[in-house]
């Protein structure tokens, strides 16, 4: 059962009094929308397909710590995880990203969150999906779940993958997301002013979108850490805490290790996922 903290100031079902213009609403995907990280959640649903890309473990894993430690960027090391789909027709890995974004992401979005999305949808407010994951699927999830613009990490687009595909552009985290985004805002509204997009509203699980939420009016924090619920706190934002399909943070790492390996099994799994 979820739990949420006080509701901020506002009603996400009806726009601002007076607003001579729509408002917003900016979500982030990985642990927001749903409980896990997309990229490694479609790594396995590709494994599950093409059981032979389990083998970028062989050289990913014993990379990955480097990441933690920041011997290498996180950068080069995104561009090292998306090895799995190594000599991938770029037909087929549209295929793949359209089912995984069709059949796959619905099951597993948070009910809450969804439901705050289709709150703002009602309402009139332009939507907008803004994910450090790679835009190659975000950019079909924003389709499928009726968002009005998205904005993702963009790896070069080839006919066939290679080993490390290249990053057009910033890795989309942080403060790349501000930039990223504000084609979709007021052509006159400054990021750097220090205002607030009008009858705006924020959704993110991390302290890293801390520079997207204060853009925003109001702003709902998904199963924050200590840190960022004191941040929030003290903001006046609410917290929101849905049922997670395992427990605390080593659940949820257990989920991950077997994601890239492909052996994650969804919960109620049917045969629409292969699983």
């Keep these: ?3 949420q903290s006080q ?5 996400p079902e009806t726009p601002a009094s007076g607003a001579g213009e729509r408002g917003y609403a900016l979500f982030d995907l ?3 929308l749903l409980p896990f990280d997309t990229q490694v959640l479609f790594c396995d649903f590709v494994i599950r397909r093409e059981p032979w890309r389990v083998l970028h473990v062989l050289w990913f894993l014993p990379v990955a710590p480097l990441g933690a430690m920041r011997v290498v960027s996180l950068r080069w090391l995104k561009r090292l995880f998306s090895s799995y789909l190594w000599k991938m027709p770029r037909e087929r890995l549209r295929r793949h990203a359209r089912e995984f974004a069709e059949r796959v992401v ?4 948070y009910p809450d969150v969804m439901a705050e999305l289709r709150r703002h949808q009602k309402a009139g407010r332009i939507t907008i999906l803004n994910s ?3 835009g190659l699927y975000v950019e079909e999830i924003a389709r499928v779940l009726g968002f009005d613009h998205w904005a993702a990490t963009r790896l070069v687009r080839y006919e066939v993958m290679p080993f490390l595909p290249e990053i057009d552009g910033p890795n989309n985290k942080h403060g790349a997301k501000i930039p990223a985004m504000e084609r979709f805002l007021p052509p006159d509204f400054s990021p750097s002013s220090g205002d607030k ?3 705006s509203w924020g959704y993110s ?3 890293a979108d801390l520079p997207m939420l204060s853009l925003c009016e109001h702003a709902m924090m998904i199963h924050p850490g200590k840190k960022f619920a004191r941040v929030g706190a003290e903001r006046g934002w609410w917290s929101l805490l849905p049922e997670r399909p395992y427990r605390g943070r080593w659940g949820g790492r257990l989920a991950t290790l077997l994601q890239i390996f492909g052996l994650y099994r969804l919960p109620d799994s049917g045969a629409a996922d292969g699983a």
């Excluded at 509701?7 to 009603?11: L, R, T």
């Excluded at 619905?106 to 979005?109: C, D, S, T, Y």
């Design 1 to 3: 059962m979820s739990q």
């Design 7 to 11: 509701n901020p100031a506002g009603d």
């Design 30 to 32: 990985d642990h927001t």
């Design 106 to 109: 619905p099951r597993l979005v």
């Design 132 to 134: 450090a994951s790679p």
């Design 197 to 199: 997009l009008p009858d």
């Design 205 to 207: 699980d991390s302290a």
